[in-house]
T-cell receptor, first 114, second 111 residues
Framework: NAGVTQTPKFQVLKTGQSMTLQCAQD?????MSWYRQDPGMGLRLIHY???????DQGEVPNGYNVSRSTTEDFPLRLLSAAPSQTSVYFC?????????????FGSGTRLTVV | LAKTTQPISMDSYEGQEVNITCSHN???????ITWYQQFPSQGPRFIIQ???TKVTNEVASLFIPADRKSSTLSLPRVSLSDTAVYYC????????????FGTGTRLQVFP
């Protein structure tokens, strides 16, 4: 029972580079989302998805793209990395059922842009 | 967007009960309130969820008044291991699928 798996755990990028953060869940959750957490700060919603083929923007979507081709996977793509995107990125999933056990979070990807 | 307000920090001693309140004045009629705990370098962990009145599980209680404009997480008899940041989470009132975290409350438990 892996839950939510994020890869990589650590990444250093140069300004202008692009990369994809991977997120996979094995709980058949309809809802998946990406948050970023800057040092000492709270979590901010980047993008979310309520099911395969459906994505929408969160609070801070600029500079990021997502896709949801399957229920299991929800990759986050950084188009052209900037130092302001240095952060810890968390992927999370949950059932859309009204009474749930909330989000299951991945262990995070720590990204540094130099 | 949804806006929730929590105290920035709280201090307590081991064995005491801790109550953390979150204000969510514009919560949607059909939305739930969820609370999470986060330790350094880890993702948040689900604690409890409720819609109205009182919910209790093995680790916490959640009190929600009739107007649902706030909620209070109650941690009974805290220990040092409860030192963490606690977040409430509600949906955007115009789109409850857009789940927005509050700023979080940093709880420090002293021996």
């Amino acid at each position: 029972n892996a839950g939510v798996t994020q890869t990589p755990k650590f990444q250093v990028l140069k300004t202008g580079q692009s990369m994809t953060l991977q997120c996979a869940q094995d709980m058949n959750h309809e809802y998946m989302s990406w948050y970023r957490q800057d040092p000492g700060m709270g979590l901010r919603l980047i993008h979310y998805s309520v099911g395969a083929g459906i994505t929408d923007q969160g609070e801070v979507p600029n500079g990021y793209n997502v896709s949801r081709s399957t229920t299991e996977d929800f990759p986050l793509r950084l188009l052209s990395a900037a130092p302001s995107q240095t952060s810890v990125y968390f992927c999370a999933s949950q059932s859309l059922a009204r009474v749930t056990y909330g989000y299951t979070f991945g262990s995070g990807t720590r990204l540094t842009v130099v | 967007l949804a806006k929730t307000t929590q105290p920035i920090s709280m201090d307590s001693y081991e064995g005491q009960e801790v109550n953390i309140t979150c204000s969510h004045n514009n919560i949607a009629t059909n939305d739930y309130i969820t609370w999470y705990q986060q330790f350094p370098s880890q993702g948040p962990r689900f604690i409890i969820q409720g819609y109205k009145t009182k919910v209790t599980n093995e680790v916490a209680s959640l009190f929600i008044p009739a107007d649902r404009k706030s909620s209070t997480l109650s941690l009974p008899r805290v220990s040092l291991s409860d030192t963490a940041v606690y977040y409430c989470l509600v949906g955007d009132p115009h789109n409850t699928d857009k789940l927005i975290f509050g700023t979080g409350t940093r709880l420090q438990v002293f021996p």
